[in-house]
């Protein structure tokens, strides 16, 4: 089995520090690839703390992950050595269940298999993900990456991107939408950029003045600053469509009452908590709260096309493998613009 | 003025009790008709008990209206006297914004005037409900009303009827769908007729096992008691679309559950307080959690037809006039199967 140097948490309140781990040699439909860049998001650190209570320890997390293909087992057709190629949240699912079949591998009714802390399918052991030199990931799990785009910017694709792509695709954004995106974070600068290139008119609902700049250079058209109540009150009744990419608790009510009739609300942030929701602030003008996670396969390479179409990719802060523990505790104070990316060539 | 006797509350505390009121002589655009039934809704009570915090005093509820035409304006040609007619919980509305233009003229911009307990547009007075001999209406908020219906069973059709048809047909509910009517009382055993109607599999779901052998009668395919850990499992994952009927606080996400990848659950209760919503529960599966205020003019209309088409009436009790302070204790107790309505040729 070949070994690869990796980074791993060996418990809740250790650091991540240097380990090393075997991938398996690859099997007929398997791709392995050296992987170049790894993008850092907010579960990465939920895992390696354990903060959801299901980590298994030691964790190697990374679910952003680019590089290129260094070799392919006999019957694999998709690549080919010397390619680019992506690996992100998903590994493997059991193809067979209604989800699967229709490519919504990230609903496999018997439990997709996810890139770091998942039991493989056949139990020969965990998963781990792309904090690491390389990865061994069946073919059906492997994305073509465009050679056009900056390679470290299209880490953060392969879940930042895919997480705001596919609700604003399967709720049909776009022309003639008045389209909000709450929080301008990883997943939020992503929502604009989409959305913007989907034709719609983008509001940034913030409660951070300081993001106004930001939001209108990636794009958004308009601002709101939510802590003030004469803005929010404009926007009453105002949008056909938001995005919630919100982690931290709040309100859905106050932001429910800015959609118009038949507007909605998809959330794709986890609060810590359950959120209060009045059914009055469904009732009245008929709004839809709902929920989406990643997307699946072929909607993940229909994104990247999409990108590599439309010159869309992360904006990144590449960092040195040992930076991790620090980007963290920037990530925590939300210091980043606005997804670090882990450059391999440091491990 | 004409004077037309009425049963009015007098304030929070006070049980209802005869009254007389005046309606407006009929304006050109006016239909005024004979009130022969009139049903007895939850918000009644809530209304006449100032349960809501919103009640003018004296008022006069009932927005379940079913009677004979007795006299039309100059210019109404949709009415003639002596046919039978319907007014629901809507009277007027602003007829200029987008909802209004649409007949979603429940989610009038302007704000949309109810049938009791609402300005008048013009600024003229209050409006008195169904609880009346007679009531005075202009004729784009009146209905038609099918000769071939037993009358007084047609009267809850005007709200709990259209409370329960309106999201079925919203989110499409037909043939091949798996759909879960969430409590069996005055909406509930509607939304059980109408999604049967529709060619769905229908589901009961109660926590109350009495309740099975109605639900089975009223053409319920199957009976999930929610109290049964067992029962409840075996449904997860399962149902396309919910209709939660439930006004009395319960777990959003135990329901939420049920739904199969990109199921629908729609509220048209209002529970005493917000209801604690997990993202979890929405992001997998991608799940919606919506709701719908009664429906429109035109929908409204749409279902009496259908339920002319399809023999659909409610199934009721009917009471006296004076019986009405008894018959809201009962409803308290839940102890009416499905409705009340009133014979007001008993006032």
Redesign the interface.
């Known amino acids: 089995m070949p070994v690869t140097k990796a980074y791993a948490a060996q418990s809740a309140t250790s650091p991540l520090a240097p380990w090393t781990l075997e991938r398996r040699k690859p099997k007929p439909h398997d791709v392995e690839m050296e992987i170049l860049y790894c993008g850092v998001c907010h579960s990465d650190l939920h895992f390696a703390r354990n903060e959801w209570g299901m980590t298994i320890f030691p964790v190697v997390p990374g679910h952003e992950i680019v590089g290129r293909v260094t070799a392919v087992g006999d019957h694999v057709k998709k690549f080919k050595v010397g390619e680019l190629a992506g690996v992100g949240c998903l590994v493997d699912s059991c193809r067979e269940c209604?989800?699967c079949k229709e490519g919504?591998e990230q609903?496999c009714?018997q439990g997709a298999v996810m890139s770091y802390n998942s039991m493989e399918r056949d139990g020969s052991g965990l998963t781990y993900g792309g904090y690491s030199k390389s990865i061994v990931t069946h073919e059906d799990f492997v994305l073509h990456v465009s050679e056009k785009l900056p390679l470290a910017a299209v880490a953060p694709l392969l879940c930042a991107g895919i997480t705001t792509y596919s609700p604003l695709r399967?709720w049909k954004v776009g022309k003639g939408m008045k389209v909000g995106i709450l929080g301008l974070g990883g997943l939020g600068h992503m929502g604009v950029k989409f959305a913007v290139s989907m034709g719609a008119e983008v509001t940034m609902l913030s409660h951070s003045p300081s993001k106004e700049a930001d939001a209108k250079r990636l794009g958004a058209h308009k601002f709101v600053l939510t802590s003030d109540e004469m803005q929010a009150k404009n926007v009453a009744?105002y949008f056909d469509f938001i995005l919630d990419t919100v982690s931290a608790p709040h309100d859905?009510?106050f932001y429910l009452g800015m959609l118009r009739?038949n507007g909605v609300m998809v959330?794709?942030?986890?609060?810590p908590?359950?959120?209060?929701?009045?059914?009055?602030?469904?009732?009245?003008?008929?709004?839809?709260?709902?929920?989406?996670?990643i997307g699946g396969i072929p909607e993940t390479q229909e994104m990247l096309d999409y990108c590599a179409a439309h010159q869309i990719t992360s904006d990144i802060e590449l960092i040195r493998m040992e930076q991790i523990n620090e980007a963290y505790e920037r990530m925590l104070k939300g210091d980043v613009r606005y997804r670090f990316v882990i450059d391999m060539a440091s491990l």
Chains 1, 2 share one sequence.
């Not at 959330?267 to 609060?271: I, K, Q, R, S, T």
């Not at 908590?273 to 996670?293: D, E, K, N």
């Open positions: 209604d989800n919504l609903y009714t399967h009744g859905y009510n009739t959330c794709v942030g986890v609060p908590a359950p959120t209060a929701v009045h059914a009055m602030s469904l009732i009245f003008y008929r709004h839809t709260l709902a929920g989406s996670l």
